[in-house]
């Protein structure tokens, strides 16, 4: 799994059994240091927080996570 390192701490403590290993050591991110599992929980379940941006911009934004599913 490719993440930010501040994500790794509480991954582990959810998944003690899993290996978790960082793709980038330095990968560092303000914004996912807020993400928490049971908000990401709620906000699949209860379609909480939807963010809308311009097509072009999603077209953009699909790019680097398309190519980050083709890895596995």
Do not use: W
Request: net charge positive; charged share 25%; proline share 10%.
């Amino acid at each position: 799994m490719a993440t930010e390192t501040g994500m790794l701490h509480p991954l582990r403590l959810a998944a003690p059994q899993t290996d978790f290993i960082p793709a980038n050591p330095e990968a560092s991110c303000v914004f996912m240091k807020m993400i928490t599992l049971p908000k990401l929980r709620d906000a699949l379940r209860d379609g909480k927080f939807e963010v809308r941006v311009p097509e072009h911009i999603a077209r953009a934004a699909r790019v680097p996570i398309e190519r980050m599913v083709a890895i596995a």
